[in-house]
């Protein structure tokens, strides 16, 4: 088949909206505004001619395209072309493409028409209006494709260079929904050119108007072909001449209600480009960097090292929160295997398959452990992490962690060793309790209020089992905990926990790390251990009860205690700590605040409150779309769209 040239298109897939506000009675001043935000206009000044084409169906698209002979011509231009229109405008975004035209494929059989405006209005004609407006029409039974080409003026012997020769072309066709007679195709089609030469005319006597064009005429629009020639001889007759436009009579400006994608937007960006590969052994790549609404060559890294202050990823379901932390890990175990990973996973069924090089332990199950006694070297630290625990957990504020330390003072005393299950221990404290030399009265009291919130919270017998100790020793540290020691990565799945039974396990957690990771005395300040927390709220959540006396105060303020250590000293131990969360406003404080790195992707209200002050910002926060977040660290303030998910097959590890 016949090649007869290339056509180019750079299709626009967003933009945001560019206009002139009428806040100058200033003409000359004006009218520049206007040719500096309207699209009708020539970049290159070399007499080529542009054009653009809408296609408005179901969907709206926007196309500017040129033709050539030559295929590397094509794609220069279009591809020049789409540079400019970067710079011009900020937000848009496109890709080229070329196609060839075949010489048999431009025998196209189907209606042309073409819509002739005055060229001398003194107003601005609202083509592109009626055009948006025409793909927002409910009720429109017709698709339309929108040909407007245009040249810089070059066939006057002294032409106005603000002047183009302007044409448009219209072809309309019935709507897949809709099954209308011929008849009413007709009288639909002179419907629709009516309305788009509407509010063109200068009355009274120069009007705008359609004329239908034969079919053959499909191949000069493909070919842009449209436009008389300069004649050698003098200036063509006027009856030979096109029509002219100046770009400001047209509203070629980009409006508020474009129907494509707006891009967010962040006015006080700071990025710092380290010149860092996304390869590099000791930063992990989390997405590209955005700049005014486009995504741009700089790429987002975080070094490895620099987790020890901690980074939250905040975002609603399904916007690509955990896409990214799944990548992140799979990063750090691919170029730092050293490094122990601790996932705790409090309500995503199925996190495992995400995960499949870590070693999963379930509750309930004989394989998870977590020992009621804090394994420690230091006897009264076990006692009293232990004790505090419990007392936190039950919501004794005041008389729990005495009972609890003096039980365990007593049995270590007399036996050299605790009990081996949480229940015999509880035994042992009632049994403390009855010993004591308080009024009866307030001895049942206390006896009563302790059996009652013992029995709400450890009622499971899984639970329970869960917690006794590994082989009768105290001291013996559980084997998920032991490998994330040793570099492993753990995944602890307590999707089957209750609420409370997950802020038990949890607090036991924070009290083992505390406990059993010693601070790095040469203050490396190397990455060692990741504590990874989905739906972190289970356990770091701000309490709905505020009463300081409620057990569930007692508890978030224990809570908030211990991890505020764990925090003080994680830069010290080597420990990073990530915390996931649809909904960080029910987070402690101190977990939004700790973390020098943040990455929103979109929240709710009030979530899109907490992180800035300007009310535009908050706005974006809350519709950005999936896969773009906004990251906030100590140096840096940018957009980004994350990368693609490029985890590794376990097999690999």
Not at 6 to 17: A, E, G, M, N, W
Not at 57 to 74: N, R
Not at 497 to 525: A, F, Y
Request: proline share 6%; with cysteine; aromatic share 12%.
């Amino acid at each position: 088949m016949e090649i007869i040239g290339y056509r180019s298109k750079i299709s626009i897939t967003q933009v945001l909206p560019c206009g002139v506000e009428d806040l100058t009675r200033d003409h000359e001043k004006k009218v520049k505004m206007l040719m500096e935000t309207s699209w009708l206009y020539d970049p290159f000044g070399d007499n080529l001619t542009y054009g653009v084409e809408f296609k408005v169906g179901k969907c709206f698209s926007w196309e500017f395209f040129f033709f050539s002979k030559d295929i590397c011509v094509a794609e220069e231009l279009a591809g020049a072309l789409l540079y400019n229109l970067q710079g011009r405008y900020n937000g848009l975004d496109g890709y080229v493409s070329v196609d060839p035209l075949y010489l048999e494929f431009l025998k196209i059989d189907r209606n042309l028409y073409e819509l002739i405006l005055p060229s001398n209005s003194p107003i601005q004609l609202p083509l592109f209006r009626k055009i948006i407006n025409y793909y927002k029409t409910p009720q429109r039974k017709l698709n339309a494709t929108i040909f407007i080409l245009w040249k810089r003026d070059n066939l006057h012997i002294n032409p106005d260079p603000l002047k183009f020769m302007f044409r448009i072309f219209i072809t309309l066709s019935p709507n897949s929904e809709s099954s209308i007679s011929f008849r009413e195709s007709e009288i639909n089609f002179n419907t629709v050119l009516r309305y788009f030469i509407s509010d063109m005319s200068i009355p009274p006597y120069i009007k705008a108007r359609y004329a239908e064009l034969s079919p053959d005429y499909w191949e000069n629009i493909l070919t842009s072909d449209v436009f008389p020639e300069r004649s050698l001889h003098g200036q063509l007759p006027s009856e030979l001449m096109p029509n002219f436009l100046d770009p400001s009579i047209v509203d070629f400006n980009i409006p508020d209600d474009m129907p494509l994608m707006k891009p967010p937007v962040l006015d006080n960006r700071n990025t710092i480009n380290l010149g860092v590969s996304k390869n590099d052994p000791n930063y992990v790549y989390i997405g590209d960097k955005m700049n005014k609404g486009v995504l741009s060559t700089e790429i987002g890294l975080i070094e490895i090292n620099s987790l020890t202050t901690h980074l939250n990823i905040f975002g609603k379901t399904g916007t690509g929160k955990s896409t990214l932390i799944k990548m992140i890990l799979h990063q750090i175990i691919s170029k730092r295997p050293d490094i122990g990973i601790l996932i705790v996973n409090f309500a995503k069924p199925y996190l495992e398959d995400d995960y499949p090089m870590a070693e999963v332990y379930k509750f309930p199950s004989k394989k998870f452990r977590m020992p009621y006694i804090t394994p420690s070297e230091r006897t009264m630290i076990s006692i009293k992490k232990t004790s505090n625990v419990f007392a936190s957990c039950l919501g004794l504020k005041y008389i729990g962690p005495t009972i609890f330390s003096e039980t365990l003072r007593v049995c270590y005393s007399k036996f050299r060793k605790f009990p081996d299950n949480v229940k015999d221990f509880f035994d042992c404290v009632d049994e403390n309790m009855k010993a004591k030399s308080w009024e009866p009265e307030y001895k049942q009291h206390v006896r009563a209020m302790f059996k009652r919130r013992i029995n709400e919270l450890f009622y499971r017998d899984d639970l329970m089992a869960t917690l006794n100790l590994i082989d009768g020793e105290w001291n013996n540290i559980p084997e998920w905990f032991k490998k994330w020691l040793e570099g492993g990565t753990v995944l602890l799945d307590l999707t089957n926990c209750l609420e409370e039974e997950q802020h038990l396990i949890g607090m036991m957690i924070l009290n083992m790390i505390d406990v059993l990771i010693s601070i790095d005395r040469e203050k490396s300040n190397i990455l060692k251990y990741i504590l990874m927390l989905d739906e972190a709220h289970r356990l770091l959540g701000e309490p709905n009860d505020r009463h300081p006396e409620s057990p569930e105060f007692i508890m978030k303020n224990k809570t908030n205690s211990s991890f505020s250590k764990i925090i003080n000293e994680s830069r010290s131990k080597g420990l990073g700590i990530i915390i996931a969360e649809q909904n960080p406003h029910l987070l402690l404080a101190l977990a939004i605040d700790s973390a020098r790195k943040k990455i929103l992707f979109q929240l709710g209200y009030p979530s899109n409150q907490i992180f800035t002050g300007s009310i535009k910002e908050r706005e974006m926060l809350l519709t950005l779309k999936g896969r773009y977040a906004l990251v906030m660290t100590n140096t840096e303030r940018y957009l980004m769209r994350t990368a693609e998910d490029i985890t590794v097959k376990s097999s690999e590890f």
